[in-house]
């Protein structure tokens, strides 16, 4: 993080239980993927790149301590800023193969919480940590 983050537009953090710790920032133009710490990669390919990133570091032992929106364009904002995807997202919905999408806040008759939700039958799993 810096005095001057007009550029950014999300933010993860990463802590690794020796110490070590990663920020990856996505710029506003949503492409632009810069890490601070780690390996210090650099790419232009976007949320793509950094939920490849996430999931490389995570593999490796860290931990995403925080994630926010930093001056992310509301405009097309229908995703849940702070959510981050937790690992064993399915590749597809069992039931009819469409996209499945994360949902931090899913509401059903016996519980609330992170889940699974196809975008098409609306087939949902609770994500179970
Ligand atoms: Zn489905």
Known sequence: MS???DHIQHTWN????????ITIDLWIDGYTVRVDGGDGEASETGRKAVEELLEKYTTAGYQITSSYAVNDPASRDEVEPDAVE???????????GSPVEYVANHCSDFREGEAWLCTGCRWGQYVTA
């Open 86 to 96: 937790p690992d064993g997202k399915p590749s597809a919905c069992p039931e009819c």
């Open 14 to 21: 990463l802590a690794h239980p020796d110490g070590d710790e």
């Open 3 to 5: 005095d001057h983050d």
